[in-house]
């Protein structure tokens, strides 16, 4: 159950710092990685910065731990590790290169209520 909340936290407040094309992959019988991978993009560096830093504050809220962020120094490509739920921030034109949705292609898209 902890997975499936930091999860809904993690996409609103991704929804909420308006991140572009959100989408949850369920990871838990395709990897030992995590349950989810969550996936989204933002338009420029400060956006995608702000959206990590939204997850971060949301996660802390309700008591959950960010157990490490990589990649704001640069914010082209952010990932937020919760344990359970890791978040891929993206700058669009990465997200398009990397294209994680296809890489992670065996795993169920997760519907989301934002």
């Given amino acids: 159950m902890e997975s499936e909340q930091l999860l809904d936290i993690a996409a609103k407040a991704c929804d909420d ?16 990685i995590a349950d989810y991978f969550l996936i989204c993009h933002g338009t420029n560096e400060r956006q995608v910065d702000a959206i990590s830093k939204g997850i971060k504050d949301a996660v802390e809220e309700q008591g959950y731990h ?11 490509w952010v990932l937020v590790d919760l344990e359970h739920v890791v978040v ?11 294209n994680l949705e296809k890489l992670w292609g065996d795993a169920d898209r997760v519907q989301l209520s934002l």
Wanted: glycine residues 2%; hydrophobic residues 30%.
């Fill in 88 to 98: 891929h921030i993206f700058h669009k034109d990465e997200r398009e290169y990397y």
């Fill in 17 to 32: 710092k308006r991140a572009e094309n959100i989408v949850a992959l369920d990871m838990k019988e395709v990897s030992l």
């Fill in 66 to 76: 960010v157990k490490k962020i990589e990649g704001r120094d640069q914010s082209r």
